[in-house]
């Protein structure tokens, strides 16, 4: 069984950084594919990017391009969530999530529990 723990979150001002953490267990094989989404107070829940390690191939929804990094590291099976330049509108629970091997596939497995990202203006 996948089972994922993600942590990392925290207060941090306007124009500050974070990064998440996904630390993965159970996998049976070398590869595997995660996905990071978030949520907001009152709004429904938003793909932020993912990565499979089988390519190395990360997708990053618009509203973070060129703002969050996703990489990962394999011997930690770990994917990080690089978070810059916050916006208050970046305010969210995020959550990892087993993408079943695709990124593109939009199939999910396992959740993580989610971390709470708030950025204040």
């Known amino acids: 069984e996948v089972q994922l723990q993600a942590s990392g979150g925290g207060l941090v001002q306007a124009g500050g950084s974070l990064r998440l953490s996904c630390a993965a267990s159970g996998f049976t094989g070398d590869d595997y594919a995660i996905g990071w989404f978030r949520q907001a107070p009152g709004k429904e829940r938003e793909g932020v990017s993912c990565?499979?390690?089988?390519?190395?191939?990360?997708f990053y929804a618009d509203s973070v391009k060129g703002r969050f990094t996703i990489s990962s590291d394999h011997a930690k099976n770990t994917v990080y969530l690089h978070l810059n330049s916050l916006k208050p509108e970046d305010t969210a629970v995020y959550y990892c999530?087993?993408?079943?091997?695709?990124?593109?596939?939009?199939?999910?497995?396992?959740w993580g529990q989610g971390t709470l990202v708030t950025v204040s203006s």
């Open positions: 990565i499979s390690t089988s390519d190395g191939r990360t």
């Open positions: 999530v087993d993408a079943e091997g695709s990124c593109q596939e939009g199939d999910f497995g396992s």
